[in-house]
């Protein structure tokens, strides 16, 4: 995993655990240029993680990358 995801899983993981959604949802947008209907499936995957590492996190932000350049 490269250290850019990894940087940007910490900083999303903190902003998820402070129940900052909102922060999460502008954070995705302005700096990964998710769109709002992948951000909210990012947001619900590490919710639902059982263990959200910056790694888990940084996987997650990886998937939906890669789908979005399919």
């Not at 954070?27 to 919710?47: A, C, G, K």
Request: aromatic share 8%; net charge negative; charged share 25%.
């Amino acid at each position: 995993m490269s250290a850019t995801w990894k940087y940007q899983a910490r900083r999303l993981k903190q902003m998820i655990d402070s129940n900052n959604e909102t922060q999460a949802h502008l954070y995705m947008e302005r700096l990964m240029l998710f769109p709002v209907d992948i951000q909210d499936r990012i947001i619900e995957d590490i919710s639902h993680l059982t263990h959200c590492s910056s790694d888990a996190v940084a996987t997650i932000l990886g998937h939906y990358s890669i789908l979005e350049l399919k």
